[in-house]
């Protein structure tokens, strides 16, 4: 069968390079570009205005418009782990907050389970859990016990308290688009 038809037919059937369970997915992913604020590319936040679509931009403007050096953001890195041979596995969405010029720091960490997948290029989410990881807030405050006390906290359950606030909306779907630079 000649390549330009056995591409589409396995696209179709989910096993070519643009379908989401292919496994080119899996790795981890650092966030180049986007049009709004980097925390944004969190699924926490996509499940946050599923929520509360009324209210979510007003609270993103408010958040977003907190200036430099109160608030930095980036850089942005989303793990995703797909389990060989199902369209099951987990993505971590790590997003890293300094506030004060630096003075406070940690990586914004958001859980999620992968659930499967949706046509080729949709990946389906279902967020577990957020917490601040590596924060320096906790060393500063509690000195050397701080990592410790930072280690044994629970996440918090975003998830489950998005599912309380209105059900369904903790489940988003990840689109994957990539944009890829070639060197000439």
Known sequence: MPLEKS?????????????????????????????????????????????????ADQIFGIT???????????????????????????????VKLSAIGGFASSMMTT???ITGVDGLDGVRLKIDTTKPEDSTIFETLFGPIGKTIQENS????????????????????LERAIVMKVSV
């Not at 037919?9 to 966030?31: C, D, N, R």
């Not at 418009?65 to 608030?71: E, F, H, L, S």
């Not at 989303?78 to 199902?86: L, N």
């Not at 629970?154 to 779907?173: D, H, N, W, Y």
């Open 64 to 94: 977003d418009a907190i200036p430099a050096p109160i608030k930095e953001v980036g850089p942005a890195f989303q793990t995703i782990d797909f389990k060989v041979g199902s369209s099951s596995g987990s993505l971590v969405s790590k």
């Open 7 to 55: 591409n589409p037919l396995g696209e179709e059937l989910g096993i070519g390079q643009a379908s989401s369970s292919s496994g080119f997915l899996s790795g981890k992913w650092e966030l180049l570009y986007a049009p709004k604020d980097a925390t944004r590319s969190s699924p926490f936040f996509w499940a946050f205005r599923n929520a509360f679509p009324e209210s």
């Open 154 to 173: 629970p996440a918090f359950p975003s998830g489950e308290v998005l599912e309380q606030t209105k059900p369904g909306s903790s489940e988003i779907i």
């Open 111 to 113: 859980r999620a389970t």
